[in-house]
């Protein structure tokens, strides 16, 4: 039987999931629970698992209504995405804090962009309704 280290990348993957399911919530310490992470993920050299937080960080934002945080999360998705690996990550944060896409990526959606960009706002829209979370 095999067993995982601790602070693996199952646990870092859990531990986003986790942050994504308090996304939105004023008493879950998100924003300390995603700074540990990151320096998990830091040291850890997974950049990709640092791009899967910030988009976690957006949705938990956007849930939020902090324009500013999902604009600098975008910021930092664009910046850790120039390469053009997950540059779709930062078209999806605009998407679910319904902000433009100044630098859209090259990403080819299966339906049109407008189509996308409802459906991710609407993860947002459903997730404040749940919470109590006036827009």
Do not use: K
Not at 98 to 111: E, H, Q
């Amino acid at each position: 039987m095999r067993r995982r280290r601790a602070g693996g990348t199952g646990t870092r993957s859990t531990r986003i999931a986790a942050l994504i399911r308090d996304a939105g919530r004023d008493d879950a310490d998100i924003d300390d629970r995603a700074q540990v992470l990151r320096a998990d993920i830091l040291t850890s050299g997974l950049t990709y698992a640092e791009l899967t937080l910030d988009l976690a960080l957006a949705f938990h934002h956007a849930v939020r209504g902090t324009d500013v945080l999902v604009a600098a999360t975008i910021a930092r998705l664009r910046e850790n995405t120039r390469s053009g690996n997950y540059a779709y990550y930062s078209d999806i944060a605009a998407f679910m804090g319904d902000l433009p896409t100044t630098m859209s990526s090259s990403a080819r959606w299966d339906d049109s962009e407008p189509a996308t960009r409802e459906r991710w706002h609407a993860l947002v829209t459903a997730r404040r309704h749940r919470l109590g979370i006036p827009r």
